[in-house]
């Protein structure tokens, strides 16, 4: 084992979990309207608690333990953590105890349904999405981490890169976000009245804490405190800053000013498409991945769902399912042997590597979208998954939690 590596990697568990609580808690909080932002807390605040035990008890088993046969799921013998103490895993990591790889990934099973909020926001009952999140991590977050990142995987077979999780994690859950919202339907008054953000500086305090946790998202995944890890760190900061910067350009030519709201989910689009790249392309290629996905999610955020008209309240399909789309395919496109000897290179490097690409950016998604319906459908026959009118009228806060986040002194 090697220090250094352990206490990387346990730094950069601490910072996905900033990524949850409180960095996705706020930004997502910021967005909704003042009569609903405890129901987004509260949502992100017990997906951590119920997620990790559920990883512990037996998600990391089905994602990570001894494949079944086909690839398709891991076995239950590392449930409740049996045989995972520690000493390293040669299987994922080399360097690092075997529980710290699994509590790194803990945080990316946490993480991955909480990125749904954004698009059943101000409409789902709290019970409804509780069960829904229990069994949606289960049954499609868990075999799509197998499929790509668990030793015997068909999609890790297959020859998929994924460094950090652009289909595993955002792709899954943003096309997952675009079947709940249909499934959900509109908010009472969707494209009638004005549906602000009632605390942007949260949006922006939420927007600023991802961009700082996804340096252990991503370059936190190289599992050591080594050179693919400073490549992950600088593709991660680099992409980041060109979305941003050109979502912020977009805005001020489309709409005659630049906001801060646009620059914020510009940079977060940037961290999406990069996720998946960050340890297999070069800085400059980072670059452009970071641009082209700010063009790629104002398109799908800006003017299709407009024309579309679903209620993706906070973007969560705009940004992370076309975000992780398309950084997935990126792969494809941009990766280099020369940047880690263990992946492979792509289309503009004279390899072969779009090929597995562009069947892991079709097949997950739908796998994802496909489940998604059939939980739902599940859920809402035995519990009726949305809030009651006069519930979404008077807000989530009260009717769900019985608080509000904001009183007025008389």
């Known amino acids: 084992m090697n220090t250094g590596d352990t206490a990387w990697v346990l730094m950069s568990t601490v910072l996905v979990f900033a990524m949850t609580i409180p960095g996705l808690a706020f930004f997502y909080g910021g967005l909704v309207r003042r009569k609903n932002v405890l129901s987004i807390l509260m949502q992100c605040f017990i997906i951590m608690c119920v997620i990790s035990l559920q990883w512990v008890l037996f998600g990391y088993s089905l994602s990570f333990g001894p494949d079944t046969g086909q690839g398709i799921i891991g076995s239950l013998k590392w449930a409740g953590l049996q045989f995972v103490g520690g000493q390293p895993n040669g299987d994922y990591a080399a360097t690092i105890p075997h529980s710290v790889f699994m509590i790194f990934q803990c945080m990316f099973a946490v993480i991955t349904p909480a990125l749904m909020i954004g698009a059943l926001a101000e409409r789902m009952k709290f019970s409804a999405f509780l069960v829904f999140t229990i069994l949606w991590a289960t049954f499609v977050y868990d075999p799509l981490a197998h499929w790509v990142w668990g030793t015997g995987g ?6 998929g890169l994924d460094f950090a999780g652009g289909i595993v994690v955002h792709a899954s859950s943003g096309v997952s976000a675009l079947v709940l919202c249909l499934l959900l339907g509109k908010r009472l008054g969707y494209q009638k009245t004005p549906f602000r953000p009632h605390n942007l500086p949260f949006t922006v305090l939420g927007g600023a804490l991802l961009w700082f946790g996804w340096f252990g998202f991503n370059a936190g995944s190289a599992l050591g405190a080594n050179d693919l890890a400073a490549n992950a760190f600088i593709t991660t900061h680099v992409a980041t800053a060109a979305a941003g910067l050109t979502w912020a350009l977009i805005e001020w030519q489309h709409q005659g000013k630049p906001t801060i709201l646009g620059t914020v989910t510009g940079a977060v689009a940037g961290l999406v498409a990069i996720t998946p790249a960050c340890g297999f392309v070069n800085p400059m290629n980072a670059i452009f991945i970071g641009i082209i996905v700010a ?21 969560a399909f705009g940004v992370h399912g076309v975000g992780g789309i398309w950084g997935t395919i990126a792969v494809g496109l941009f990766a280099e042997k020369a940047v880690n000897s263990a992946g492979a290179n792509g289309l503009f490097f004279g390899g072969s590597q779009l090929w597995p690409q562009l069947i892991m950016a079709v097949v997950a998604p739908l796998f994802a979208g496909v489940m998604t319906f059939i939980i739902y459908k599940l859920v809402d026959a035995v519990m009726c998954a949305r809030v009651k ?22």
Do not use: H, P
């Open 154 to 159: 068909w999609m890790r077979n297959l020859g």
């Open 295 to 315: 063009f790629i999610c104002y398109l799908a955020v800006a003017v299709i769902k407009a024309k579309l008209g679903y209620d993706d309240a906070l973007d």
């Open 389 to 410: 009118e006069k519930d979404e009228t008077i807000g989530l806060d009260l009717t769900q939690q019985s608080e509000a986040a904001y009183t007025v002194i008389e």
